[in-house]
């Protein structure tokens, strides 16, 4: 048995070592020899990463609107190359898309897995666990592509994942250097640093169970609002008795705090170029969108009729927040949705087609979701509710709120972080539910790359410019 059971565990890491590369070297190189020239955003992020490999470190082109930090790994990683080699590597776009699938391979072999296995316990079958999440259709995408989305991930998740080992300073730097790649990841260094804090007052306020309330529990461990209120204002008062701890905890990431607070005092706002087309707005319709999103790509993992009757009997004392729910999301879609003028113009990108033609067949759709996200967040919350306390899952949702609701623009890689963050911290399925989630990842992937590579056309206004279907 302890035989079989090695051969089984050395099956699983071959399989984790060898599979991505098995995928994404034929892939890459099938991307880079139908599109050898930059495209779509990439027509803007080359330039600029020559410009940094040239030595030029003051020109900026107006219409990036994130800062340098891709610019900086990829002249970190190519320029030493290019001396040795006395060729300009980051002249070449296949090589620049390089530098994204080391990322790819980096949160793929070691950064989800190891996450997976601090916050689940060591096990073999996180190496597939971990294969399915890196098959995650939106961000697999982009990793073949010189985007500012798969830096940005990785550099997130590596904070995160230092956090959780508790070194705090780690983590600080890291989550400055994912802020160098999309400002909005500002926001994960406050879920880094407050899961910090709670884990240092768990450690000197645990009560006989071991266990402090609100921090420790669960959802089905407050019967009653006026419970869970009582809970709240327990560990209010147990985070306050340790203000020292929490803020000696809070010193790292206060420093990058600083700096990025500073950066918006210098530059006006937090986007840096092309402010015009990027005004921060209050779009919190965006929550509705990435609850759906969050849903619709787990939907392998829906809880049986069974279970969900159960965690609503357990929770029905709650009908009140469940009744409010449902008028905060009425609210939201009839004052809090936004339509971005980008949204309907350009067709390349597939929100253009679910913008158009469903939510603007009729005004009504928009309210007839409405049961549809609720459904969605419950489902969200279950999942996580299965592993995480409640006071994690309140966090998340309110990193996540922060995250999402000042763009006004709908685009799928921006909830790539949150649903990272989700995936990694929701219950390991089973072997059957995980195959079930990578072959329908599996088709996802199979269907939007044959649209990119092999469904070209042309806009009637640009004639013999091929234009490509794509998130």
């Not at 079989?4 to 892939?27: E, G, H, M, Y």
């Not at 259709?137 to 940005?152: A, I, R, W």
């Not at 609100?214 to 204002?233: H, K, Q």
């Not at 092999?454 to 806009?459: L, N, S, T």
């Amino acid at each position: 048995m302890a035989l079989s059971s090695t051969a089984s565990a050395n099956a699983i890491n071959a399989l984790f070592a060898a599979l991505p590369v098995l995928v994404a070297v034929p892939l890459f190189v099938a991307v880079n020899e139908v599109l050898p020239a930059p495209y779509m955003d990439e027509i803007f992020h080359v330039p600029q990463a020559l410009q940094y490999c040239n030595g030029n470190f003051s020109g900026y082109d107006p219409k990036l609107t994130t800062p340098p930090g891709l610019y900086i790994t990829s002249y970190a990683i190519l320029s030493p190359l290019s001396t040795i080699s006395g060729v300009n590597l980051c002249a070449s776009v296949a090589l620049l898309r390089v530098v994204n699938g080391a990322f790819f391979f980096g949160a793929t072999l070691i950064i989800v897995r190891g996450l997976l296995d601090d916050v689940h316990g060591r096990s073999v079958r996180h190496a597939l666990d971990a294969i399915v999440i890196a098959a995650f259709p939106v961000s697999f995408f982009f990793h073949f592509l010189y985007y500012t989305d798969s830096g940005s991930t990785f550099f997130v998740l590596l904070a995160h994942w230092l956090s959780l080992k508790g070194r705090y300073g780690r983590s600080a730097l890291v989550g400055f250097i994912a802020t160098s790649y999309r400002q909005t990841n500002i926001v994960w260094t406050f879920f880094s640093a407050a899961l910090a804090v709670l884990r240092e007052v768990s450690r000197r306020e645990t009560g006989k169970d071991g266990k402090i309330k609100f921090v420790d529990a669960r959802i089905s461990d407050f019967p009653t609002t006026a419970s869970l209120v009582r809970a709240t204002a327990e560990a209010a008062f147990a985070i306050m008795k340790q203000l020292p701890v929490v803020l000696w905890t809070i010193v790292p990431f206060s420093v990058v705090w600083l700096a990025f607070g500073s950066f918006v005092a210098w530059n006006g706002g937090i986007v840096l170029g092309d402010k015009a087309n990027h005004v921060a707005t209050l779009h919190i319709a965006q929550i509705l969108y990435f609850i759906a999103f969050a849903a619709f790509f787990t939907f392998p993992r829906f809880p049986s009729a069974a279970r969900a009757f159960n965690f609503m009997s357990a929770n029905r004392s709650h009908a009140g927040v469940t009744l409010a729910f449902f008028a905060i999301e009425f609210v939201t879609v009839q004052n809090f949705t936004v339509e971005h003028p980008f949204l309907l113009a350009d067709n390349r990108h597939y929100t253009f087609y679910i913008w158009k033609y469903f939510f603007r067949r009729s005004p009504l759709i928009r309210y007839a979701l409405i049961p549809g996200y609720a459904a969605g967040a419950y489902i969200v919350t279950y999942r996580l509710g299965e592993r995480q306390s409640l006071i994690w899952i309140l966090g998340y949702f309110l990193t996540v709120f922060i995250t999402l609701i000042p763009s006004p623009l709908l685009e799928f890689r921006y909830f790539l972080v949150p649903f990272f963050i989700y995936r990694i911290h929701v219950s390991p399925p089973s072997r059957t539910i995980l195959f079930l989630e990578f072959i329908f990842y599996f088709l996802f992937n199979l269907a939007t790359f044959w649209m990119f590579l092999r469904r070209p056309f042309e806009w009637t206004q640009e004639p013999g410019v091929t234009q490509r279907f794509m998130y």
